[in-house]
């Protein structure tokens, strides 16, 4: 069902594309606005108006952001151009920001648009472009309850498994970094145990099968399978922003006192695969591949040279809508 608002969506990469896709499927009236305008033109087939500036966004009731940093969020946001960078009286009620940025980034663009009329809704989202497609994305968000309440349909349209409102603040974004570091040592150790039973014999689609259909496996494991046995390296995440996410969570349990030690190993197995890369032709290109590559390394360092099985795995994710 469509709603009654008229959206703005800042940032169409790997995850805005379908995200903005399912809104337009549903009826959604959505402007929207890309660093690099060729990415999104292909969605003004489905609807959509394409914004020359974020500024153009100003107008829209409620504008969604979905960029990789945040020093990329204060640009859209507060920057030259930028969505808000009209003042008070020129801008949208509410900011959904989906973006993975640290709780200390997105509270200091919660005070900026507070001091001018507006609230943020911090709601990052779990998964990957693939997942978006098979409407089985799933959000997290936190902030003001009544704009939470107003957004939550939108959300909805493009994470369909639900969203979980946790309440104030940046709860959400502790909840998203604390994801991303269980995403870090479920792949690690994923690749460890399947190099583990490769060198006893295992072929890794064959104990893949098995952890899939065991109490251990997960919609993760799964649709991870395929890219572990073929060596499908498509992005979905890469190492760095792995990394990034890592390093936000060790930083906030230093903050608030907690132990995490395997957090911590995990982040320098990591970075061992940092240190491989630059044994690549081109070490640069290698580190945007996807982050499941870190198997690559795990084999190096038990003396594999690993190669495609060429055995057809299931990802389960069937398309939804």
Known sequence: MPGKHAIGWLGIGRMGYPMVERLLKD???VSVWNRTRAKAEPLAKLGARLAETP?????SDIVFVMVSTGKDLDEVCFGKGG???GGRGRLPKIFVDCSSVSAEESAACRARLKELGADLIAAPVSGNAKVVKAGKLSAVASGPKAAFDTVKPYIQSFAPRGVSYVGEGELSRFCKIAHNVMLGVVIQNLAEIAILAQKAGVPRHAFLDFINNSVMGSMFTRYKSNALVNLD?????TPELLRKDLDLGLEAARRLDISMPVTAATREALQAHFGAARLQ???EAYLEKDFAATIETVALAAGLKLASENVPVPTGLETEG
């Open 281 to 283: 032709p081109d070490a």
């Open 55 to 59: 500024a153009a966004l100003a107008g």
């Open 27 to 29: 009826g959604n009236a």
């Open 233 to 237: 390296w498509t992005t979905t995440f």
């Open 83 to 85: 969505v808000a960078s």
